[in-house]
């Protein structure tokens, strides 16, 4: 169910965020940090209003299943932390990812404001990724330990649009698996928006040297039709997929 955005409704969400991270709040207490992410979420609303999402989740793929908390006219957002769960990413390389695409986001954004020339400062591409202002420390087997031994890591946690959770997907520690998965899916895609201007892109070899064929036949080929693609593009490990025979 979809809700208006009310001040009850976002101490909601920040006391679950919070609650998730109880373990892990660093340098600042609960207090602190949630009057922070309040005061991101409010700064984001003001370009970008959201709607609080209840009983909604969204499937990661096949490979997990996590809530959606609010939604835009455009896309749906869901948390970093339970996408991260669900995928078994450690927190601290699921932020460092978040960080730097919205770092990414920011130069392009601010590349476009400089070619429009107007003086303003745009927001349509700093849409897909809202830190909340979390300061999080936890451990990290992966970690450099510190001089007593300890190994642990800094970290954070950010809304994600949905439209950005295939790339998420991608830099995951099953991106391999759901490109495998996907390939299909994306060839149908960029036929049916290309199509036959797929025939003009020549491709070329690894030694530089054109192939003679076209994209879309030595690209964006494939046998299965677009229902067994999309079909395919949702076997995750934790999709049923049997008698699904691809």
């Known amino acids: 169910m979809i809700y208006d955005l009310t001040t009850a409704n976002l101490m909601r969400f920040v006391g679950v965020v919070l609650d998730r991270h109880d373990d892990h709040l660093c340098n600042e207490g609960p207090t602190e940090q949630g009057v922070r992410m309040l005061k991101r979420i409010d700064a984001f609303v003001r370009h970008t209003p959201l709607r609080p999402v209840f009983g909604m989740t969204f499937d ?31 927190l601290p390389k699921a932020h460092e990812w978040a960080e730097r695409q919205y770092q990414w986001d920011i130069v392009d954004q601010r590349r476009a404001d400089e070619e429009r020339g107007d003086g303003r400062l745009g927001y349509e591409g700093l849409r897909g990724y809202v830190d909340l202002q979390l300061d999080l420390i936890m451990d990290d087997p992966e970690a450099k330990p510190d001089s007593s031994g300890a190994q642990w890591s800094t970290a954070g946690d950010w809304l994600v649009s949905s439209d950005r959770l295939p790339w998420l997907l991608s830099c995951s520690p ?22 036959e201007q797929l025939k003009d892109v020549p491709t070329y070899g690894t030694d530089g040297q054109p192939t003679g064929g076209n994209a879309l036949e030595d690209l964006f080929h494939t046998d299965l039709t677009e229902e067994e693609a999309l079909r395919k593009a949702r076997r995750g490990p934790s999709l049923d997929v049997k008698g699904d025979g691809q």
């Open 60 to 90: 990661l793929a096949g490979f997990g299943c996590v809530p959606v908390h609010f939604e835009s006219d455009d896309a749906k957002y869901v948390l970093l932390s339970e996408c991260a769960e669900e995928l078994g990413w450690s």
């Open 174 to 195: 099953w991106g391999q698996e759901f490109f495998m998965n996907t390939v299909d899916a994306f060839s149908h895609a960029f036929v049916k928006n290309f199509g």
